[in-house]
């Protein structure tokens, strides 16, 4: 039976978070995951919202439409424009802007951020 030496193992260990002290990369992941669980507690109903518009699409309810800015049909996704978020929120299938991925994070990042300390 082969055996992995010692120093990988350590090494592996390591990268998973469970040798000795924290890598960088367990620090970045779980601070990444305080922020998203910031987010979610601090913006319920965006959450609700995306993931009905999820299931809608999985289950064949919704078709992707394409960009409303460049006409693209590759990689779209569904975007709850802001001053509608009331009714995008109670209506989550009906207030969808069908932005491509490049258009939607331009937009995000135009945006001032929600839910964020």
Request: with cysteine.
């Given at each position: ?5 010692e120093?990988?193992?350590a ?34 109903a ?10 809608a699409?999985r ?20 975007h ?7 009714l ?7 207030a ?11 937009l ?10």
């Amino acid at each position: 039976m082969l055996r992995i030496p010692e120093k990988e193992t350590a090494a592996l260990d390591a990268s998973r978070g469970g040798g000795i002290g924290d890598t960088s990369r367990s620090k970045s992941r779980r601070k990444q995951g305080e922020s998203q669980a910031a987010w979610r507690e601090a913006n319920r109903a965006a959450l609700k919202a995306h993931n009905k518009v999820g299931w809608a699409i999985r289950s064949g309810k919704l078709k992707r439409g394409v960009c409303s800015v460049c006409g693209s049909d590759r990689h779209v996704d569904a975007h709850h424009p802001t001053e509608t978020d009331e009714l995008a929120y109670q209506k989550p299938l009906e207030a969808i802007v069908w932005l491509c991925r490049s258009h939607h994070r331009q937009l995000h990042a135009r945006l001032p951020k929600r839910g964020r300390k």
